[in-house]
């Protein structure tokens, strides 16, 4: 989380005595109003924090003397918002040449091409394996964990990109410097889609991808009870096989885990439900963007719904010579917004999922879900406890509530209003920072786009001795000042530097002439505005000297950059994507200052402008 900057701590870090030092991890933010979720909200009440932990949450909860004091007035304390379908923290897969594929049902639209990994030992083809695990897959580099921390979300439900069987999910908090470090639970559940394999001559329709699962399931039946009659009495009986694919599935046939089929259609719905019956599976519906028209059926087989909020809109600008879209079109943009408060009136259990929009998009959604039926308390819980409860954790998480997990996300006004802005995000992990280890991680985001806010504690080593240390202060693009206390009465400044120096992308910095180098580095959540037309993106990039390397992301996929540079403040690159079955040229241009960053995308069909922000704190 301290990539890319110098820490500079006083001499009060070489103790020569450390077992003498208390280690000071307990935070409290006070005068704040809180919301647990499960309970009525609090006006004016403290949260306290302890070793990661919620230890006293209420109106009249004194803090501990050796609580860092955060003031929370004005600001709201809710529970860590939880996406509960993500591709989030994998690695990019590069797509082959022609590009082509995707995902449906709600589920996130991912580059074509193999899935995002692929199990080592499986009799199976690359997106056919049951058995493949989110939680081996996750890296703390992986893609979308800056952008979602910033609307908020501190947990999520994370599962390989690509397949029909998927693999199976892992439940992950949004911060860590390893997997080990962020996984909350796994195995989750078993993920499968109704959609062909790209590239496969078989299954090529939806009758035989329906066929190969039924079959599959079918074959594991027969693996499960022959391993069953072996297990009890191997004498005289051959070996079975072992299959780590049917293995898998033999899971879901067992109800040790629940499988969540993506459907957005009321066809879909109906066989994926019948799919379910006939295996006797914990089935979990996923999109759902028609799920209100089978309610009843969901509310008798109680079958939850994760449901997306990536609400069916235009991504592109209309062209005057396109025909008008359908009446059909139109009243099922209209109808989306109102499923939410249909399910919730019908009693059917359901949490919200991004569904491939991005975070920031996807809170603001259940804003217009709130506006069409759905009760604010209800919309609320589907983004906290509601997920928790689906994804099986919430013992932990979801809640502000006394022995959970300290994940808080903490907002300047409502957190569904358009106007809102996130103060902090509190993410309990198990990180490191250069030699020294900080748990639990509080991940500050500011209210202003040139301050921010930072609060962590945690141990460094200084060769043999560990100093336990607190920290509390502001952060610039450019600094970091503020006070640590090594557990004594006394609290001692502390400045972290960004790391200065000339070279290609070098720029003054003051009347000196020394040189500060211009950082391109870094995911950047970018909006990308054509006509009257906005939609989101991502530009992912990775400088060495003045060469630039990444991708960019938006609705129609994403591509590698090619024959990107950087000159001073500025850079040039090109990528291709394709719109509908067309390959189309891109060529970007773009300028960073600070954490801002702004440019152009031109194409053959015009140029379009875009404006984007970077995360201050890696």
Known sequence: MLCGWLLSFPAWAQSERPGDVVRPNCFAIINARIVPVSGAPIENGTVVVREGLIVAVGANVTPPADAKRLDGAGLTVYPGLIDSTTNLGYVAATPPAGGGGGGRGGFPTAPSGPPTGAAPNSTRQPGFQPELLASDLVRSTGEGLDAARQAGFTTALTIPRDGMFMGRSAVINLAGDAPRDFVVKTPVALHITFVPLAGASYPSSLMGVFSLIRQSFFDAQRYRDLEAAYRKNPRGLKRPEYDPSLAALAQALNQEIPVVMYADSEREIIRALDLAKEFNLRGVIAGGREADRVADRLKASNTPVLLSLNFPKRTVAPNPEADPETLETLRNRV????????????????????????????????????????????????????????????????????????????????????????????????????????????????????????????????????????????????????????????????????????????????????????????????????????????????????????????????????????????????????????????????????????????????????????????
């Open 335 to 618: 109808a989306a917004l109102k499923t939410a408060g249909l399910l919730a009136k019908a009693g059917v259990s359901f949490a919200f999922e991004s569904g491939g929009a991005a975070p920031a998009d996807a809170v603001s959604n259940v804003a217009k879900a709130i506006q069409n039926g759905l009760a604010p308390d209800a919309a609320l819980r589907a983004l906290t406890l509601s997920g928790a409860e689906l994804l099986g954790i919430a013992d932990r998480a979801g809640s502000v509530e006394v022995g959970k997990i300290a994940n808080l996300t903490v907002v300047r006004g409502d957190l569904f209003d358009a106007k809102r802005k996130v103060a902090y995000v509190f993410i309990t992990v198990a990180g490191t920072v250069g030699e020294g280890t900080l748990s639990p991680v509080f991940t500050g985001i500011g209210d202003d786009a040139s301050v921010s806010t930072l609060a962590f504690s945690g141990t460094i080593k200084r060769g043999d001795a560990s100093i336990n240390i607190s920290f509390s202060g502001t952060y610039t693009a450019d600094e970091i000042r503020g006070t640590g206390n090594p557990g004594t009465e006394r609290a001692h400044p502390v400045v972290l530097k960004k790391a200065a120096g000339g070279g290609p992308g070098g720029k003054p910095n003051g009347p000196g002439g020394s040189t500060e180098a211009v950082n391109f580095t870094g995911p950047w959540t970018i909006t990308v505005s054509l006509g009257p037309q906005q939609f989101p993106g991502t530009l992912t990039l990775r400088q060495e000297g003045n060469k630039l390397t990444g991708t960019l992301g938006t609705p129609f996929g994403t591509s590698d950059l090619s024959n990107a540079t950087v000159t001073g403040d500025t850079f040039q690159a090109s990528a291709n994507v394709n719109i509908s079955g067309q390959s189309v040229d891109l060529s970007l241009s773009g300028k960073v200052q600070g954490n801002r960053i702004e440019g152009t995308i031109g194409s053959p069909q015009g140029t379009a402008t875009f404006t984007g922000t970077r995360p201050q704190f890696q």
